[in-house]
């Protein structure tokens, strides 16, 4: 059974930084492709940012690029999102995504964590 736990969630204030970690389990982590997503309250869920661990590929979204970072430790089994420079906007539930097989995308992951909140005051 494939599981992905979400921790590192939190308050902070704005300027502020948090580390998100999602831990895999029940697959072969090298095979994945994976991504972190969040939902603000009455906003559609957004793509954040997402790695091809085998190919070696990333993408960011604009929104996020240059204050956002997406790693991982492949034998932790473990995807982080390091959020510096947080901002009120950047409040919501992030969950954390994977797909088996190569190819960083914004949608169409079958694997899904249960989300952890980040609220970000001004």
């Known amino acids: 059974q494939v599981q992905l736990v979400e921790s590192g969630g939190g308050s902070v204030q704005a300027g502020g930084s948090l580390r998100l970690s999602c831990v895999v389990s029940?697959?072969?982590?090298?095979?994945?492709?994976m991504a972190w997503f969040r939902q603000a309250p009455g906003k559609e869920r957004e793509f954040v940012a997402g790695t091809d661990w085998s190919g070696g590929s990333a993408l960011v979204s604009d929104s996020v690029k240059h204050r956002f970072t997406i790693s991982g430790v492949n034998s932790a089994n473990t995807m982080y999102l390091q959020m510096d420079s947080l901002e009120p906007e950047d409040t919501a539930v992030y969950y954390c995504a994977a797909v088996a097989g190569r190819g960083v995308r914004r949608n169409g992951y079958d694997y899904w964590g249960q989300g952890t909140q980040v609220t970000v005051s001004s």
């Open positions: 029940g697959i072969t982590f090298s095979t994945l492709t």
